[in-house]
């Protein structure tokens, strides 16, 4: 196996860092697209948990302007990223790497959130929480998307 091989894994595992439900959802809409998967997927192939997965991202970019949201690194959020990131890093990764791409994305995922929180912070004090919420949410679901465009194959091929 290269380190070439899990590049998805660890970029996935980026975008976890500042939305944890965007690399589930984004691979949730792709699987409903037709696309499939180069390693094993885990829950996200069963309706119940793949609509779910996309709901939840809906909810989380809603609720991350909340003046009430929590940052994103206390314990919750972080579990949340590091389950996300290693489901969809071991989805993203080859087939028979599926642990190391999870192992990646969760060791890119966790300590970038904090990165992420820190230039989330700096750009709230600038021009507001609602503001630099949406551009962020723009980055880092356009992040995710490509991420998983470039990585999954039709189903057909």
Same mark, same amino acid.
């Given at each position: 196996?290269? +380190?070439?091989?899990? +590049?998805?894994?660890?970029? +996935?595992?980026?975008v976890?860092?500042?939305? $944890?439900?965007?690399?589930?959802?984004?691979?949730?809409?792709?699987?409903?697209?037709?696309?499939?998967?180069?390693? &094993?997927?885990?829950?996200?192939?069963?309706?119940?948990?793949?609509?779910? !997965?996309?709901?939840?991202?809906?909810?989380?970019?809603?609720?991350? &302007?909340? &003046?009430?949201a929590?940052?994103?690194?206390?314990?919750?959020?972080?579990?949340?990223?590091?389950?996300?990131?290693?489901?969809?890093?071991?989805?993203? !990764?080859?087939?028979?790497?599926?642990?190391?791409? !999870?192992?990646v994305?969760?060791?890119?995922?966790?300590?970038?959130?904090?990165?992420?929180?820190?230039?989330? &912070?700096?750009?709230?004090?600038?021009?507001?929480?609602?503001? $630099?919420?949406?551009?962020?949410d723009?980055?880092?679901?356009?992040?995710?998307?490509?991420?998983?465009?470039?990585?999954?194959r039709?189903?057909?091929?």
């Amino acid at each position: 196996m290269q +380190i070439r091989s899990l +590049i998805s894994s660890a970029l +996935i595992g980026a975008v976890a860092s500042a939305r $944890s439900m965007t690399p589930m959802a984004t691979i949730a809409a792709a699987r409903l697209a037709g696309r499939q998967t180069p390693g &094993k997927l885990v829950l996200l192939g069963r309706p119940v948990i793949k609509f779910g !997965a996309l709901a939840m991202g809906v909810g989380e970019l809603l609720g991350d &302007k909340m &003046k009430t949201a929590p940052d994103r690194t206390v314990f919750l959020g972080l579990l949340a990223r590091v389950l996300s990131a290693g489901i969809a890093g071991a989805a993203l !990764a080859p087939r028979g790497s599926e642990r190391a791409g !999870a192992a990646v994305a969760v060791a890119t995922a966790v300590p970038l959130a904090y990165l992420t929180l820190a230039g989330r &912070k700096r750009a709230m004090a600038q021009i507001g929480q609602t503001r $630099s919420g949406l551009i962020e949410d723009a980055l880092i679901v356009a992040a995710g998307a490509a991420v998983v465009a470039l990585t999954m194959r039709s189903k057909q091929g």
